[in-house]
């Protein structure tokens, strides 16, 4: 005789508790907004009508695996998948998108792979934090300079990249955004001495 076609009661209930554990859901964020304006509210969590507890366990194996891919900077997949289709702009359950788990880890041609396919650098996590802040906490200057390049907002979230780079003394960084530096004397001109 084979094996039962129904689950049994610990199977369902495993199932069940996975499907409201909020570490395994899943969303994608809204389209980018405009690069120079900040988000003054962070963005949401899910689109409209879409429950992410009731997607597939496969869609969530999924999306776990590309965020431990954005964490661990494999590009190569990651550019695969959203060449496949995957939005850039995929957030977990805390809002983090692909871009901002890539940038956190330091890991710069993902970052920028992710900003050439449309990652939106400026998509504020639930706690108001934007992946330009993160890089700075963490000193990754490099990955810092590729997301403003690609239209990072300085001011953007709380606390912003501007606020992180002065209280981590980011001297270099602010320079790059022509922010003055504390404690650094402002260049005068150099005084040209007139020959008689």
Known sequence: MGQPTHNSAQQQQEEQNKAQDPA?????????????APRSEPPPTSQAGTNPTS???????????????????????????????????????????LLMLAAYHGHVDTVRALLDKGADPN????????PLAGVLFKGFDEVAKVLWEKG????????SALDCAYMFK???????????????????????QEWA
């Open 24 to 36: 395994t859901t899943t969303t994608t964020s809204p389209p980018p907004a405009s690069a120079s």
């Open 123 to 130: 998509v504020l996590n639930d706690r108001g934090q934007s």
């Open 152 to 159: 990072g907002d300085v001011r953007a979230g709380q606390p």
């Open 55 to 97: 997607l597939p366990p496969a869609a969530l194996d999924l999306a776990a695996k590309l965020f431990d891919l954005a964490r661990a900077g494999d590009t190569a997949t990651i550019s695969q998948y959203l060449s496949a289709g995957i939005p850039p702009n995929l957030t977990n359950h805390a809002g983090d998108t």
């Open 170 to 192: 980011r001297r270099e960084m602010l320079r790059l955004w022509g922010e003055p530096i504390p404690d650094e004397p402002e260049t005068q001109p150099a005084q040209t």
